[in-house]
């Protein structure tokens, strides 16, 4: 028995925010955002919209490409920080929405490596003969947690989500190795501060602007490098792959000089690397199943090519695999 990717779905926004039009709102520019991040737009939600509307649109055409119906789903996983309210799970809410039975259903949240912990988990549960075919998705809306004052981070952020089925084989099987991986201990270089039992929201932390994304950009920075080269290597190593023999490395989308350099140390070449970062900017636990989505719709990836999935988020985390590319994915 093994297990494979069946179908692959992506909910994006229609409403673009290009660098030009962060110029009118905070002191950057263009160029100094291209050179740093390599960020040019990205795609951000309308008023109205939420998380749960793009995991939707996402899911439907995952399942739809992987021949199934809502029905025919076992588990659903949610990779989010940004659900459409504190609680209950954004999964139980998409499940309601697909119209789904009533199948276990729970979000994950570690962070932007949420997606990876998330196919983990599925693959497990496939593996243990509890499921057979189980909804991944990625989702965040990370403008609604973005200060808009702050022009170190509110650059960097976008909305969006992907997904993933992954269903029983009998003849394949896709996910040869992870590595996952996380470091308490740097929670504050990356977090939400307030709104928790730990600030509980008030007057004082909505004026400190406490409700938003805070980070330490250059230790982040230095930890990204570090850890998805690690990361990669590990996980390449126990699947008894080397960089020749990859041929498309996906990397979480969160600054075009973090993949360059991560893709240095791992030893692979930059037209092995999928990047659409320059589109879509950061998008937390969506940013992994867009890009695979787009790799495979573009013909980056074909039936039997090796592939590697690697990223870090908030925690920290970080998570890596590698898969054997199966046949059509949708």
Known sequence: MGVVIS???????????????????????????????????????????????????ASRQAIAAAGLLPTDIDLIIVATITNDMPWPALACQLQDRLAARMVPSFDVSAGCTGFIYSLWVANQAIRAGGASNVLVVGADTLS?????????????????????????????????????????????????????????????????????????????????????????????????????????????????????????????SMDKVFVNVDRYGNTSAASIPIALYEAEHEGRIKPGDIVVLVGFGAGLTWGASVLRWPGNNG
């Open 144 to 268: 609604r947690i973005t200060d808009w004052e702050d022009r170190a981070t509110c650059v960097l952020f976008g909305d969006g989500a992907g997904a993933a089925v992954l269903s029983r084989s009998e003849n394949e099987e896709d996910f040869l190795s992870f590595r996952l991986g996380s470091d308490g201990s740097g929670a504050p270089l990356l977090c939400l501060p307030a709104g928790g039992s730990r600030q509980p929201t008030s007057h004082e932390t909505v004026d400190a602007r406490l409700h938003y994304v805070k980070m330490n950009g250059a230790e982040v920075f230095k930890f990204a490098v570090r850890i998805m080269a690690e990361a990669a290597v590990q996980v390449m190593e126990m699947a008894g792959v080397k960089p020749e023999d990859v041929a498309c490395f996906i990397p979480h989308q969160a600054n075009s000089r973090i993949i360059e350099a991560a893709a240095k140390r791992v030893g692979i």
């Open 7 to 57: 179908g692959l779905g992506v909910g994006i926004p229609q409403q673009v925010l290009t660098n030009l039009d962060l110029e009118k709102l905070v002191d950057t520019s263009d160029e100094w955002i291209r050179t740093r991040t390599g960020i040019r737009e990205r795609r951000i939600a309308a008023e109205g919209e939420s998380t749960s509307d793009f995991a939707l649109a």
